[in-house]
């Protein structure tokens, strides 16, 4: 399994940026797939997730109508994009596949929010 995760970078409060996750190693399309994130001195929190197929997500109340979690199953990739950012979204944006007993992440994308 590998998830490369990308799109992070430096944007201003209000701003906007899309996370991509390109995952490789096993059956994209049978899976749900999770981003986390990780600020620091925190412990690391679930912002979305969605099902196999698409046609089901959640979202962590500090995030819900600002971001939207999505999928291309035939292009093996998981999207978050994230709008009207706040300084409190500054993290590392992992993203994440989780089967029985075991936790698969990606290596992690730098989101930093601030004028």
């Known amino acids: 399994v590998q998830l490369v995760e990308s799109g992070g970078g430096l944007v201003q409060p209000g701003g906007s940026l899309r996370l991509a996750c390109a995952a490789s190693g096993f059956t994209f399309s049978s899976y749900g797939m999770r981003w986390y994130r990780q600020a620091p001195g925190k412990e690391r929190e679930l912002v979305a997730a969605?099902?196999?197929?698409?046609?089901?997500?959640n979202y962590a109340d500090s995030v819900k109508g600002r971001f939207t979690i999505s999928r291309d199953n035939a292009n093996n990739t998981v999207y978050l994009q994230m709008n009207s950012l706040k300084p409190e979204d500054t993290a590392v944006y992992y993203c994440n596949l989780r089967v029985p007993s075991i936790d698969y992440w990606g290596q992690g994308t730098q989101v930093t929010v601030s004028s």
């Open positions: 969605i099902s196999s197929a698409g046609g089901s997500t």
